[in-house]
């Protein structure tokens, strides 16, 4: 056996740039899966991330406008109230915390700096159900919320945008003229699965926004937050039918509000990315097939060219399994090779993808594996049936041969 | 003598079509331990099918062929190889040497089919070299070599398992006159030094005179047998009697 392992290691030198464009086969192979399977398994750790990020068992509670509601003299945007949120925390006993929420984008201004960004009101359990540290200073407190404080907590990109480098707290900024005094700072969370920036905010107390900024009395929505991610069905339920009550909704009317849960948004998301990397690890897979086809291709031209020596080798004693050994072992000898230099070649390659293309990867050392594992596989199989054929020579023909 | 070959009414019929081919039609001999038997015969007269049934490469059609008391003509295509391995040599017209491969791996060839190299093994190649006057080329590769020094490494390959027989199929057909009398004579003092059985096949008359034993062949068939010695340089016209 480690005569017939010489033997084979000897044919591969011996034509190198043919050994090295058959390897160049599997090596685009396996450095594409693994490539391909980081990207994949990278897009979905990506995904992961931010969807904890988002908080598993946050529910978002919007108005939507419905025929009846215009029928009733209203508009949909204005049905949901701060009376409805604290009900919804009283009476619901799968939700866990609640903050009413009211947004508009407006210009925020600094000394000689200004920012246009999103101003949101909320409630004390915002930072709870957001499950969102402040890097500096405090939140909004219930007082706040009461006395329609005019302060803020400000967002990452906009302290970046506003003050630089300066530390923000206690420091004034100014919202349609009206100052407001700067409490604290949110630490940065990145983007949302959509690709919003999120630290590109400035919070204040939705009494604020309502009556100082926007001059109105309704919530624009509502942030909850179940108990667990698995008693958000439950809490949906109860939110539903507590707000279609307190809406006195007849059981024929539609809801003039929606129950979104995050996790079944991001789930979509991650669907999308599953199914992308199933995709582009099957196109991978094919060209491992392709480079696997060469690998059989140049063995059935080797074999024939070899022909006298295997007729030299079975007159001086070889057996048919010698034969198919040798040259089984060179083909798998090549496609191991090329798979440990895919393997290197992949593992560089998305590195590279995720340095310069700003795409998350991930190598998982199971894809490695699987993927150098196949390229033997690849390298017994296509390489079988020539060598088969080789074995199965009659001697004296092969002797003949020119 | 031990009989070391039998070959009892062989034949070897191809089927080309649906017409049967004779190649061999009822050959029956002896050949005795230590004998150097040359084998000749127009072409077609079926020398080379003996050759490759004596050499186990090829298993007759009918008939009985025993080498060293085993009845070969019986076995399997991977006991054939075994034997080949451990009882037969083989030297070929063309060398037929493993190009890009130096000469001492081209001797050492038929060992690594085997499942131990003894001791014994590496010292009888040594020898060889010795013997065959190879000394100092075995790292040469074989087109760095005259024809002359390839047939003898080809002799080398064909004896370092100390084989039973040794069968050489036109050694000379490729070689200049000097240098075929040079082979010759390193066949005859294997022959006679070592007492290796060989079978010569060749159609030319002053090298078949190397052999001390003659056999021609004719459409399939033992033409005539006769001791070299008798052996005049035309070929004998008249029939001569078949050996039983």
């Known amino acids: 056996m480690t005569a017939l392992f010489t033997i084979a290691l000897r044919a591969i030198m011996r034509n190198k740039l043919r050994s090295s464009l058959t390897i160049l086969g599997i090596v685009i192979g396996v450095g594409a899966v693994i490539v391909m399977i980081s990207i994949g398994q990278g897009a979905k750790a990506f995904v992961e991330k931010q969807l904890e990020s988002l908080g598993t068992n946050v529910l978002i509670i919007i108005p939507v406008s419905t025929t009846h509601a215009a029928a009733r003299g209203t508009t949909g945007t204005i049905t949901l109230t701060a009376e409805d949120t604290f009900a919804l925390v009283k009476e619901c006993n799968a939700v866990s915390y609640v903050s009413p929420g009211i947004r508009t984008t407006t210009q925020v201004v600094s000394g000689n700096m200004n920012w246009t960004t999103g101003v949101s009101g909320a409630g004390p359990d915002y930072q709870i159900i957001r499950n969102w540290p402040l890097k500096d200073g405090r939140f909004i407190t219930q007082q706040d919320v009461n006395s329609m404080a005019k302060v803020c907590v400000l967002g990452q990109t906009v302290v970046t945008n506003l003050f630089g480098t300066l530390d923000p707290v206690d420091k004034w900024v100014r919202v349609k003229n009206i100052p407001f005094r700067v409490i604290g700072v949110l630490s940065a969370k990145g983007q949302s699965p959509t690709g919003q920036d999120q630290d590109d905010m400035v919070l204040m107390p939705y009494t604020t926004v309502q009556r100082k900024i926007m001059g109105v009395t309704h919530i624009g929505y509502a942030l909850a937050s179940s108990a667990t991610a698995e008693s958000r069905f439950e809490a949906i339920d109860q939110i539903t039918s507590l707000l279609r009550q307190r809406h006195r909704l007849r059981p024929n009317e539609e809801n003039d509000f929606s129950v979104i849960s995050q996790v079944e948004f991001a789930s979509a998301v991650m669907e999308t990315s599953h199914t992308m990397s199933v995709l582009l690890g099957s196109i991978a897979l094919v060209s491992l097939f392709v480079g696997g086809i060469g690998i059989m291709n140049i063995m059935l031209v080797s074999t024939t060219e070899r022909t006298r020596e295997i007729g030299i080798r079975m007159a001086v004693g070889a057996r048919e399994r010698d034969i198919l050994f040798q040259f089984l072992i060179e083909s798998t000898v090549l496609s191991s090779f090329g798979g440990i230099v895919g393997v290197i070649f992949g593992i560089f390659t998305s590195k590279l993808v995720s340095y310069y293309g700003g795409w998350p990867s991930l190598l998982s050392s199971l894809s490695i594996a699987v993927s150098f594992l196949f390229s033997n596989i690849i390298g017994i199989f296509f390489g079988y049936y020539p060598a088969r054929k080789a074995s199965r020579l009659n001697p004296i023909e092969a002797l003949r041969y020119e | ?244």
């Open chain 2, 1 to 244: 003598m031990q009989d070391i070959i039998i070959l009892k009414d062989v034949y070897k019929i191809y089927t080309m079509g649906e017409v049967e081919v004779a190649a061999l039609n009822g050959v029956s001999l002896t050949i005795r331990k230590g004998e150097f038997v040359a084998i000749m015969g127009a072409s077609g007269s079926g020398k080379s099918t003996l050759m490759n049934i004596l050499g186990c490469l090829d298993s007759p059609t009918k008939g009985k062929y025993c080498l060293e008391g085993l009845e070969v003509s019986r076995f399997s295509k991977n006991e054939l190889a075994e034997i080949r391995n451990k009882k037969l040599g083989f030297v070929f017209q063309s060398f037929n040497l493993l190009s890009r491969t130096t000469v001492i791996e081209n001797i050492e060839l038929p060992l690594i089919y085997r499942k131990r190299i003894s001791k014994r093994d590496t010292d009888n190649i040594h020898q060889m070299i010795r013997i065959l006057g190879l000394d100092g080329l075995q790292k040469h590769y074989p087109n760095q070599l005259s024809g002359g020094q390839q047939q003898r490494v080809a002799i080398a390959r064909a004896i370092v398992n100390d084989p039973a027989l040794l069968l050489a199929d036109e050694p000379t057909g490729n070689l200049d006159s000097a240098t075929s009398k040079d082979v010759m004579n390193v066949l005859s003092g294997l022959n006679h030094n070592r007492g290796i059985t060989i079978v010569l096949v060749t159609h030319e008359t002053d090298i078949a005179g190397y052999a001390r034993r003659v056999i021609v062949l004719k459409d399939g068939k033992v033409l005539s047998d006769t001791p070299s010695q008798t052996f005049t340089t035309p070929l004998p016209q008249t029939p001569c009697e078949t050996t039983p």
